[in-house]
């Protein structure tokens, strides 16, 4: 299967969701997951933003960076019942500031099991050539 510049994947995971994505960019790959997550659990295909969300988020390592980034979606489906239409992210020093643009979810039909949490087992976002690479593993 050829990939494209960017994209994602679920792949099999026992009782859990694994999302692999990949881009040109740490943000890109970052945006990528996010998306990928999103898409296991709601049908996104008319799916339109009625607002935005921004945060800042900091981190020491890139894998964190994901993780902050993936229990934000957590954070805001749970307290607000919204997902990430789309989703931008700029560096700033030290971190990211991320700009969802957001859908109210409970208007989404479900496909799949909603997550519940980041998992660390197996959590990875590298530079593999000229490409970034991540795996993440969602409780469901």
Known sequence: MAETASGHRTVPQ????????WAPTRDGCIRQAVLGAVES????????????????????????LLVAVLDEVIYRLDTACEAPVEVDLQDFDGGVEVCFAMAD???????????KA??????RLTLDQNCWRCSVTLDV
């Open 14 to 21: 026992t009782a859990d969701l694994r999302i692999e994505a």
């Open 41 to 64: 659990f709601l049908d996104m295909s008319l799916a339109r933003p009625q607002r935005s969300r921004g945060c800042r988020l900091v981190a020491d390592r890139d894998d964190d």
């Open 105 to 115: 979810a409970g208007t989404l039909p479900q496909v799949g099991a909603v997550p």
């Open 118 to 123: 980041v998992s660390l087992t197996e959590l």
